[in-house]
T-cell receptor, first 111, second 119 residues
């Protein structure tokens, strides 16, 4: 069956460190993969998109990698700040207009 | 950036009543909008794809007669939960694609969500 798996445990890190979140998928061949941030009681906010033919994408303190052989994406936040605390969602674009979401990983950055 | 609004942001209703949720793209036109449902600590589950001027496409397991979708204009889609029951209580989120801007064709803009509580 098709699955998208993100770290189910919350991730706690110290301010200034790099946070690394994992997204693994099975039985999908995504055309692209996206990362979103979601705060409690709010809708997701788009962060980054990486296409199947791209290995890495960066935006300010954010970096995403995409390994279609391992079927995995890693999402990094460098120099993390307490304001980065949120739930981060991985989403697969399967072609056409559909986007399939993972359950998300909660990140807590301690000052 | 593109903004999507939802109204209301929260609603409490009695079992058996119907509730309408509006989703608007404020500064762009969206031929396609999406409706999701999210239970606590779970992922967003796509309910249906709303297409302007035509019938919505529902995902497997979603009752189209219970969740009525209307996409009457390029900036407005509505979701009506008919004869709501407590198990329909959830966080409903819409999104829209800004297909008019090159380079962002795969980006979805999400509304802030609507919290529905059915008593």
């Amino acid at each position: 069956s098709q699955k998208i798996e993100q770290n189910s445990e919350a991730l706690n890190i110290q301010e200034g460190k790099t946070a690394t979140l994992t997204c693994n998928y099975t039985n999908y061949s995504p055309a692209y993969l996206q990362w979103y941030r979601q705060d409690p009681g709010r809708g997701p906010v788009f962060l980054l998109l990486i296409r199947e033919n791209e290995k890495e994408k960066r935006k300010e303190r954010l970096k995403v990698t995409f390994d279609t052989t391992l079927k995995q994406s890693l999402f990094h936040i460098t120099a993390s700040q307490p304001a980065d605390s949120a739930t981060y969602l991985c989403a697969l674009g399967t072609g056409g207009f559909k986007t399939i979401f993972g359950a998300g990983t909660r990140l807590f950055v301690k000052a | 950036g593109a903004v999507v609004s939802q109204h209301p942001s929260w609603v409490i209703c009695k079992s058996g009543t119907s509730v309408k949720i509006e989703c608007r793209s404020l500064d762009f036109q969206a031929t396609t909008m999406f409706w999701y449902r999210q239970f606590p600590k779970q992922s967003l589950m796509l309910m249906a794809t709303s297409n302007e001027g035509s019938k919505a496409t529902y995902e497997q397991g979603v009752e189209k007669d219970k969740f009525l979708i209307n996409h009457a204009s390029l900036t407005l889609s509505t979701l009506t939960v008919t004869s709501a029951h407590p198990e329909d209580s959830s966080f409903y989120i819409c999104s829209a694609r800004n297909t008019g801007t090159s380079g962002s064709i795969d980006e979805q803009f999400f509304g802030p969500g609507t919290r529905l509580t059915v008593l």
